[in-house]
């Protein structure tokens, strides 16, 4: 039976392990925060981060990293809020005024920014730290300074004399790697690693290089070693699949096999970085990229924020793309319309909201708000320009030749280097061809400047497809040529353009006069050269029609046309000159 006296020492013992053990857990608390934002597990840092804020009221870094961590989810208003408090509670701490100068480059306030910069270096001048958050801010931000970002940076280095801190390394490989230079940022990496083997973020980070630069195994191999550190790093996987990702893009044999990897990993990041909302945000952004619309409708129905959230508006953006691939399009104009309300937005447009609404609109039956908007997704991005020739294809099968023709105009106009160059100048002049063609039959009296307008389109086709030898671009600008020649006394514009479709079909390549259809077309343009020449040259002209009745030996035009060139009775009612035909 223990003694009072035992008990009183055990209790004594007992309570000063409790002690020993809430000292020891209270000195590593800011240090797990920092180990939680590192591994993206925002909500549980922020509740690190705020429970220290009652528990520690005077340590500014408690403050400083709460901030940081506002500005890394894009809460902008929330982080100054605590820079601010930070700059109360420990007025001898200059991170805060430094991140106060960051929040200030977020709101576009250089001068507000260089003023809280110059206080936090009155207070911190010998502290390499002031030096190296300054100069992250600078290039952390939406538009990067890094002019400014440098000589901060190098201060930091200079300052950090014994080189035992990797971070001033990691914040100089950051600095370059932001830059797409690679080379000098796996430098300061190698530093950084050279202090402790062990830091995953610096791996992945190298993974990402390496992946920008087309080295998919490479990168998943660096990658994976952060894993072996850590399994449950979860940054890691959130590389790794935007690695495989763009692997399954580049990768025809392996592409569906990476997507299926790139999918799971990013699960799996979802599963390891507590899915809160911002880790759930991202994981819906990556769906996007993944093109897995289906899941997205479903995972946006999870994303719910306050009205007054930032992110609300790329909530929207995603929004708006899912309803458009998912064919819900008055979805998708409503969320997509909304981007555009707010002024102080407007830098925030991306060409794919403008394409995205171009859809949208065409999904709803408003063709000509569909041009308007994809044109200008291709004004503010080249690339999309092709998505105008997509739309142009879909309006001409429509019919809609005359909205066609500006899509393919405005395609062709907007990125002259694309590959289909050839074939969106020939539906630029099919295009304006049927829709002078459909004005004409309607009594319209279309300008002749439109069928102008598709030949000369119909003429780039074989200069920008060497070789090809598409033939019907010769067919139609002999057709045009027909149309705008004198009725009375042609001048045979259509002559070169039939002679060098004949010469394509029969003889450059055999192959396609087989079909039905060149058939019909050559008989067209062997009768039109027989009457062409008729009134010049009658032996040429005999020879032509010759060739019609070789391929229909009841040919009635030709059959007439020879008896008349052979000196037979002119008939009461001359033949009939060869039919313009689509």
């Known amino acids: 039976m223990k003694t009072m006296k035992t008990i009183k020492k055990t209790i004594a013992f007992t309570l000063g392990l409790i002690m020993l053990g809430g000292t020891a857990s209270f000195a590593q608390s800011l ?125 930091a280095d200079e300052l950090e004399t014994k080189d035992k801190d ?39 980070q190298i993974g990402k290089m390496l992946k920008q630069a087309d080295g998919f195994a490479e990168a998943e191999a660096e990658i994976r070693k952060a894993i072996a550190i850590d399994p449950n790093y979860g940054p890691a996987y959130r590389e790794l699949a935007e690695v495989q990702m763009r692997w399954s893009f580049r990768d025809a044999v392996l592409s ?20 809160s909302f911002d880790s759930r945000y991202r994981y819906a952004q990556f769906l996007v990229y993944a093109a897995d619309w289906t899941t997205l409708a479903t995972e946006l129905n999870t994303l719910k924020t306050d009205p007054s959230n930032p992110k609300n508006f790329v909530l929207n953006r995603l929004q708006g793309y899912s309803a458009v691939e998912n064919k819900n399009f008055e979805k998708g104009v409503q969320n997509l319309t909304q981007l555009f309300t707010k002024k102080e937005d407007a830098s925030r447009i991306l060409g794919s909201d403008y394409l995205f609404l171009g859809k949208a609109y065409q999904g709803v039956g408003n063709d000509s708000l569909a041009v308007v908007n994809i044109t200008k997704a291709a004004e503010l991005d080249t690339t999309k320009a092709e998505e105008l020739a997509i739309l142009g294809k879909e309006l001409f099968t429509a019919q809609k030749y005359v909205r066609a023709a500006a899509a393919y105009k405005k395609s062709i106009e907007l990125n002259s280097a694309n590959l289909n160059i050839a074939n969106n100048y020939f539906y630029l002049g099919y295009s304006n061809y049927f829709g002078y063609s459909a004005a004409y039959k309607a009594g319209k009296n279309p300008s002749k400047n439109v069928l102008i307008e598709a030949d000369s389109a119909f003429s780039k086709v074989n200069q920008l497809a060497p070789g090809k030898d598409i033939e019907a671009a010769y067919l139609f600008r002999a057709r045009i040529g027909k149309i ?6 042609p001048a045979g514009l259509a002559v070169p353009h039939y002679l060098k479709y004949i010469e394509t079909v029969t003889v450059t390549r055999p192959e396609k006069a087989t079909t039905p259809t060149a058939k019909s077309n050559l008989i067209d343009s062997y009768n039109y050269l027989g009457s062409y020449y008729s009134v010049s040259d009658k032996e040429k002209a005999i020879g032509y029609l010759n060739k019609t009745l070789a391929l229909d030996a009841q040919n009635a035009y030709a059959i007439q046309s020879l008896k008349i060139l ?7 009612t001359p033949p009939k000159k060869a039919p313009l035909r689509k």
């Open 484 to 489: 705008l020649d004198n009725t009375e006394t």
């Open 256 to 275: 569906k096999a990476k997507r299926d990897e790139a999918l799971a990993n990013m699960r799996k990041y979802l599963d390891l970085t507590d899915k």
């Open 566 to 572: 052979n000196g037979a009775p002119a008939p009461s």
């Open 31 to 155: 240090a797990d925060a920092k180990k939680a934002i590192d591994a993206e597990q925002y909500q549980k840092a922020t509740s690190m981060l705020k429970t220290l804020m009652t528990t520690q009221p005077k340590d500014g870094d408690v403050y400083f990293n709460l901030g940081n961590l506002y500005l890394t989810i894009d809460e902008i208003d929330s982080a100054k809020v605590i820079f601010t408090k930070g700059t109360v509670a420990d007025q001898k701490n200059a991170l805060n005024f430094v991140g106060l100068g960051h929040a200030d480059l977020y709101a576009s306030n250089a001068a507000g920014a260089k003023a809280n910069f110059d206080k936090a270096i009155e207070l911190g001048r010998k502290d390499y730290r002031t030096y190296m958050h300054i100069g992250r801010s600078y290039f952390e931000q939406p538009k990067a300074d890094y002019a400014a970002a440098l000589p901060n940076l190098l201060k």
């Open 166 to 204: 990797p971070e001033v390394f990691i914040a100089l490989g950051d600095y370059w790697s932001a830059q797409l230079k690679n080379g000098p940022a796996y430098e300061k990496y190698l530093f950084a690693t050279d202090i402790d083997p062990n830091i995953k973020r610096v791996r992945v």
